[in-house]
């Protein structure tokens, strides 16, 4: 462990820990747009710049490893100038619709413009203009208001293995985006989304929860229907009614990830199209039934098939969808109750 | 395979060719100890070590390289130096970087060399993107062995096998003849396996730039080298213990391993007497601009700016005035004339805000303008920023802004501090040098020429006459009459009768300044203002 003084604490960390890290265990926020624990270090954004006593530079936190003795401050006067010019030039290359922005309440840069007092952007020059995407069914991209911070592309890169996106151009012309510069759909992107988490900004943003503010929206913690993986994630609830899901960085076992499905699928708790009740085909229609009288007819038909045909002449195929227990359970059943090694699974091949 | 004595056969054999052709040739002095010196009024002041062999040896034939104990230095040390006695050496020579930063080459070397690996590198960064700099083009295609064993000393030294070029594409006859030496070597048995039956292996590949002149800066080499976009990376671990591919990495510039061999050959105390006592040996400077002689030279350290200007590029273009110099290329600043007598070394340059750099010196007239200049080295800054960290890429371009806003005569009160402060902002916060000197340039001339940029937003005037938007031309009672400026003006805004004054009209004026040219040399009789 090192010791070290943050703000006048005291306080320890393990070796090999970033100062920012080490003050957010200990409950000093310095700010950052562009550090996440689980990417790579990137050191663009430039806001958790910090002073260390004897050193007359300014050091980044996110990229600087605590040393045993270390004298840190994280607000002082020429850190806070810096932070404001930061965010000063970041907003004024930014289009001001904070307003209409889906993002608003939940944006990084708005937080960060809204504890540094930044109103405006003061530098009136040239403003980045590109044409929103929004050619696929999930997402939307406004680079206008990308900040740069290159979460997104590490995300895609070094989380989803995917590499849709990288950066392009130089300088104030840089952005990020595809190869060729084409629009984000299924041929290039497996729209996991992973990267409208990962974006501070509302330049990436999820379509199915468009025009929801955040703060309408009541969380709750779920596990995912769609496979046995046993992803969580939240619901997002509004007036009773599941408008999407945003990953729960709290997840045990798939942590901020989501596949396609999990993340946009909850369309279908609201679905006409949806069954709710079984059906039994009667004279070439199908009618509405109860439970106990669906499974009854079940019942009844697999019983008869394997006391006139034996139990080969049934078999049974589970799901990918169901968890390892449940397919234990179902292959028991089919060897124990029908007499029939006949089981398979969808995910075999 | 390659022997000790076969080396010195080679010599021993070619070297009387070699002298044979220079004599012919006639533009070298031999001297009793063997140097052979560039004869010429412009190399008497001039000390080459970097340059030593450029423009005398053939950069084509290793036999000329050896024949001027090229690859002496290298086998010598195989054989008699330990890797630690050669590293103490190198730190005791104090050689500093000659790729701008200055940092002790012995130094650099001594961590990789400490630091326990399976596999480290040696890089030479060939890159050399510095607008008006081609020193160590001058060296790559001129010398290219030295290159090479400079970088095989290092890679003994701290226990590289394998070494890198990075070398800038637009560079082809560099590459060229980088090429060739590679292959010579390889083929004499200078590079490769086993080298002089010592056991030690070094092979050097080549890595092409693309011209990006952020790639110079090492980590973001590096991610080039590795296949990556030429970002520059965060300074977590030092490229000497976590660098190509995270293993222990020497970066030197071209130059700085050009000095590498002579070091050894010559000793440590030879070159220590050469140049200052903080910054030995000497540094190669493109001197460009308004100079009469304009070219590479190589003095020794601490020489005051007024001998290279003056001594050495015989003084400003046309008998005009010395205004200032710029040195450092577009992370440099410039120095005003009445510091001309500057002794040019990293210290002294660092103390009055500037920066040795790479070793671009543009002299400059009176009627260079400080604030256009300014804002011709942050368009470059602008253009080459790779756009990864906010300062740099939002605020340069800020920068140029609040600079168009002044040459275009449309600055207002309080831009020069507006302008003083972002310079801080973007210096102090950028992740890489080279957005932490991209405001150089403003900076110094803000700090010598701060009148300038007040007439140009208080007066609307341009000083020196350079900014199109804030002067204008003026045809004075000079004027014969004679017609030849309204039949040049390409907008026809000149009017008058024959044999009268002419005027222009100042409203329809694009600043072509055709009737100046146009305007009989005797009479003159428009000018500027
Ligand atoms: C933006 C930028 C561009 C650079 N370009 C070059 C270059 O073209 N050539 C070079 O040798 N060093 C360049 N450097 C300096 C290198 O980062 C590095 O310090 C140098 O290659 C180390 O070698 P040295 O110690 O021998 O000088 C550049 C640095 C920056 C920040
Ligand atoms: S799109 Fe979002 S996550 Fe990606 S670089 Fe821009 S701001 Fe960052
Ligand atoms: S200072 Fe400029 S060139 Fe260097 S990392 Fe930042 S944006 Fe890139």
């Known amino acids: 462990m090192v010791k070290l003084i943050i703000n006048g604490k005291e306080i320890e960390a393990k070796e090999g820990t970033f100062i920012l890290e080490a003050a957010r265990e200990n409950g000093i926020d310095i700010p950052t747009l562009c550090y996440d624990k689980e990417l790579t270090n990137f050191g663009g954004c430039r806001l958790c710049v910090v002073e260390v006593e004897g050193s007359n530079k300014l050091i980044t936190s996110c990229s600087s490893l605590v040393k045993e003795g270390m004298v840190v401050h994280t607000e002082t006067p020429k850190v806070v100038k810096i932070r404001k010019d930061i965010l000063d030039l970041l907003y004024s290359n930014h289009p001001k619709d904070c307003l209409t922005c889906e993002k608003s309440g ?5 937080d960060l413009c809204y504890r540094y007092g930044i ?35 590490r995300v895609c890169a070094e989380i989803q293995v995917t590499n849709t996106i990288d950066f392009t151009d130089r300088g104030f012309n840089s952005k990020v985006t595809t190869e060729f510069d084409n629009p984000i759909d299924r041929h290039n992107c497996r729209m996991c989304g992973q990267c409208i988490t990962a974006c501070p900004t509302g330049a990436l943003i999820n379509k199915q929860l468009k025009g929801i503010r955040p703060w309408e929206v009541k969380k709750v913690r779920t596990t995912c229907p769609f496979c046995g993986t046993g992803c969580n994630f939240d619901l997002n609830v509004k007036n009773g009614k599941v408008v999407g899901v945003t990953p729960n960085p709290d997840s045990p076992v798939n942590g901020k990830s989501l596949c396609v499905k999990g993340r946009y699928h909850s369309d279908f708790i609201n679905s006409e ?3 709710i009740k079984p059906l039994i085909k009667k004279n070439g229609e199908f009618v509405e039934a109860s ?13 008869h098939t394997r006391d006139t045909y034996g139990g080969d002449a049934i078999t049974g195929l589970s799901s990918a969808r169901c968890v390892n227990e449940d397919n234990f359970v179902f292959q028991k059943m089919m060897r124990v109750a029908f007499g029939t090694n006949n089981v398979d699974h969808c995910a075999r091949t | 395979m390659l022997t000790l004595d076969k080396l010195q056969q080679i010599k021993k054999e070619h070297r009387p060719v070699l002298e044979a052709r220079l004599r012919e040739a006639g533009n070298v002095d031999i001297h009793e100890d063997g140097s052979i010196v560039l004869n010429g009024d412009y190399y008497k002041k001039q000390v080459r070590i970097a340059l030593k062999n450029c423009g005398i040896i053939n950069p084509g034939s290793i036999e000329d390289y050896i024949s001027v104990d090229g690859y002496s230095a290298f086998a010598n040390l195989l054989f008699n130096k330990s890797r630690a006695d050669i590293i103490e050496d190198m730190t005791a020579s104090n050689l500093r970087g000659r790729g701008g930063a200055g940092f002790p080459t012995g130094r650099k070397w001594a961590e990789a060399f400490k630091y326990d690996d399976d596999q480290k590198y040696m890089i030479c960064n060939a890159d050399e993107g510095d607008p008006g700099a081609f020193m160590d083009r001058s060296i790559l295609e001129n010398d290219p062995h030295c290159v090479l064993e400079g970088m095989a000393i290092g890679g003994y030294a701290v226990g590289a096998t394998q070494g890198f070029i990075y070398v800038r594409a637009e560079y082809p006859i560099a590459v060229k003849r980088l090429k060739i030496a590679i292959e010579q070597a390889k083929e004499l048995g200078i590079l490769g396996k086993n080298i002089l039956g010592t056991g030690f292996d070094f092979d050097i590949e080549l890595r092409l730039g693309s011209g990006a002149f952020v790639c110079g800066e090492g980590t973001a080499l590096i991610e080039s080298i590795e296949g990556k976009r030429g970002m520059p990376r965060t300074k977590i671990h030092r490229t000497a213990h976590k660098g190509l591919w995270q293993k222990p990495t020497i970066i030197n510039n071209v130059e700085t391993y050009a000095n590498v061999p002579v070091i050894f050959q010559r000793g440590v105390d030879w070159f220590r007497s050469i140049g200052t006592e903080k910054s030995p040996g000497t540094k190669v400077f493109a001197l460009v601009g308004k100079v009469e002689k304009a070219g590479l030279v190589e003095v020794p350290m601490g020489m005051p700016l007024r001998e290279i200007v003056y001594d050495i590029g015989g003084g400003v273009q046309n008998g005009k005035a010395f205004k200032a110099v710029q040195t450092g290329g577009p992370s440099g600043g410039c120095i005003p004339a009445e510091l001309i007598d500057t002794p040019v070394d990293f210290e002294s340059l660092a103390k009055i805000g500037s920066i040795m750099g790479s070793g671009g010196m543009v002299v400059m007239d009176e009627n260079t303008c400080m604030v256009d200049i300014a804002r011709f080295f942050l368009d470059f800054t602008v253009e080459e920023s790779c756009g990864k960290c906010v300062p740099c890429r939002e605020g340069t371009k800020r920068m140029l802004e609040l600079l168009d806003k002044v040459v275009e005569g449309n600055g ?22 080279l957005g932490q000197t991209a405001s150089n340039p403003v900076t110094t001339t803000i700090h010598y020429f701060r009148n300038e940029y007040e007439a140009h937003i208080k007066d609307h005037k341009c000083p020196a006459g350079s900014c199109a938007a804030l002067l204008e031309y003026f045809i004075t009672d000079k004027c014969i009459g004679c017609g030849k400026c309204a039949k040049a003006c390409p907008v026809s805004c000149i009017s008058g009768k024959l044999k009268e004054r002419h005027v222009i009209d100042q409203e329809q004026c694009i600043k072509c300044g055709a009737c100046m040219e146009a305007c009989p040399p005797k009479v003159s009789a428009v000018i500027k203002r």
């Open chain 1, 106 to 110: 939940e944006c990084g840069l708005q």
């Open chain 1, 119 to 153: 109103k405006d952007g003061s530098y009136k020059g040239e403003v980045k203009k590109y044409a929103i995407d929004s050619i696929n069914p999930v997402m939307e991209r406004d680079q206008s208001k990308c900040i740069l911070c290159g979460k997104c592309v």
């Open chain 1, 273 to 275: 199209d949806r069954l």
């Open chain 1, 291 to 303: 439970w106990e009288e669906a499974l009854t007819l079940v019942a009844d038909k697999l019983k």
């Open chain 2, 412 to 433: 207002e009160e309080g831009d020069i501090e507006r302008m003083v402060s972002l310079a801080d902002t973007i210096t102090s916060a950028s992740l890489c040098g």
